[in-house]
């Protein structure tokens, strides 16, 4: 027999009340499957809801990576989370700006963060948020980090009818032909990135140049790569002379350096992520490539210039989420950056940045729909409201559930130029979201179904 927690959509309530009348003079149906097959507004069970809103407390499932090639970058992600957590649930004034009808937790309930070591792979992100789903009932799954493992989850967050919002992902295909209705991501990615940095690139350095590109080998080091080479081929008459595909965790890039030496390439344009990017990095600078080649980071990683040393990223061009410095521009993005100095003694990079505002998009959702029943969030998501961030006003579009939202160009420091020691990166432009996105369709998004 099944169990109400894997009650198929299919059983409506009319149905399930005249299986209960026509048992009533023989067995009596318990309590607690009374309970949960007709929830509150005579909605049916779902996912793991209303069980997992019943109690004082509800409970968030993180499968992030802490270790592997991705571990630093996903540190920084988990700060963000806890750091949003934790304004959740004290009505935080920064939290209210996002959510103004947050109180001291959500809907009345304590907001609990579960995390988990992904390691950045899919399968084991995934068995890690479904020991969250079997022993708490997480009501929201969250983590990535790999676009590999964002692909996974969303899947999984639509079988399993569990919303999920993903971490740092950079593929199209996130919220494009992997899209889900329970997945949404607040972060930029491929396209967008390349038609932030792309016009700065043919602007700096000129049209008809040539570049090598260094790619990882899944779903976001391919999308990106297309889309920086789409952007420069069509607008500036740039060249690929090569692009050196690599595996995910490579220590040694030597034979890729080496053909890229061989290329004839005036620029290397690095889709790296990770270690696998400070890796790379390092080795072109030990082979002798950059300087003499002009270093491109499309995408870039965060703590990247603090880890490979702020000398090897002096004047290169890189796309982000979120700098720091932004604090001069944006009211919120200060007070984000005062509260997390204040909890972790360190300045956020733009993981945390994205973990903390998804959360905060999250919590407004729920408090304006004043329920935790997943297709009334996901609907007030699809309303496209204008929201607040960290660098201006941003809103979901309804149709592939991405984020619109500005891409953050900046330009590394030289050394004796550093104010501090995370003076890294000037921000040279925060570009416009809408104008460098594609058509919702155009990347091969359907959404599904809501139940």
């Known amino acids: 027999m099944q169990s109400d927690d894997q009650m198929p959509a299919y059983l409506s309530r009319r149905s399930l009340l005249q299986a209960g009348a026509a048992l009533a003079g023989s067995v009596a149906l318990p309590a607690s499957f009374t309970r949960r097959a007709f929830a509150a507004d005579d909605k049916p069970a779902i996912g793991t809801w209303p069980a997992g809103s019943e109690g004082d407390t509800v409970y968030i499932g993180a499968a992030v990576p802490l270790t592997g090639p991705y571990a630093v970058q996903g540190a920084d992600e988990l700060k963000g989370w806890q750091l949003a957590v934790e304004h959740i649930n004290n009505g935080h004034e ?3 700006a996002f959510a103004p009808k947050l109180d001291k937790g959500l809907l009345g309930k304590k ?3 579960l995390s988990a070591d992904s390691a950045a792979k899919p399968n084991q992100a995934v068995e890690a948020e479904q020991n969250f789903i079997n022993k708490n009932k997480i009501i929201l799954m969250t983590g990535s980090t790999s676009s590999a493992v964002a692909v996974a989850l969303n899947k999984f967050a639509q079988r399993e009818k569990i919303l999920y919002l993903a971490g740092i992902s950079g593929s199209n295909d996130t919220t494009g032909k992997d899209c889900v209705r329970y997945g949404f991501r607040q972060n930029f990615y491929g396209q967008t990135a390349a038609n932030a940095i792309g016009p700065i690139l043919v602007k700096t350095y000129g049209k008809g140049k040539k570049a090598a590109f260094m790619t990882p080998d899944y779903t976001y080091g391919h999308t990106v790569t297309k889309s920086v080479n789409d952007y420069l081929t069509s607008e500036g008459g740039w060249e690929m002379v090569t692009n050196q595909v690599s595996p995910l965790g490579t220590q040694d890039f030597s034979q890729y350096l080496t053909n890229i030496a061989n290329s004839g390439a005036e620029f290397i344009v690095n889709v790296n992520w990770g270690r696998d990017a400070v890796l790379s990095i390092q080795q072109a600078k030990q082979f002798g490539l950059t300087p003499q080649m002009k270093m491109v980071i499309p995408y870039q990683i965060p703590f990247l210039a603090k880890e490979v040393g702020p000398e090897l990223t002096a004047g290169v061009f890189a796309a982000t989420d979120f700098w720091w410095t932004l604090e001069d521009r944006y ?6 950056v005062e509260a997390f100095q204040q909890k972790f003694k360190d300045r956020p990079e733009w993981g945390a940045e994205n973990s903390y505002v998804s959360f905060a998009h999250w919590a407004r959702m729920v408090s304006e729909a004043g329920s935790f029943y997943p297709p009334d ?4 998501y699809e309303k496209g409201e204008t ?18 939202r500005p891409v953050v160009i900046v330009q590394g420091k030289d050394p004796k130029d550093m104010k501090n020691n995370e003076d890294y990166w000037n921000v040279i432009e925060v570009v416009e979201g809408a104008p460098l996105m594609q058509k919702p369709d155009a990347f091969g998004c359907s959404l599904g179904d809501y139940t």
Request: aromatic fraction near 6%; hydrophobic fraction near 40%; include cysteine.
């Open 387 to 404: 929201l607040p961030s960290l660098v201006g006003d941003v809103h979901y579009r309804p149709e592939d559930h991405q984020c619109v």
């Open 111 to 113: 907001v609990e963060l």
């Open 331 to 336: 009211p919120l993005a200060k007070q984000f």
């Open 377 to 380: 969030v996901i609907k007030q």
């Open 94 to 96: 920064l939290m209210k």
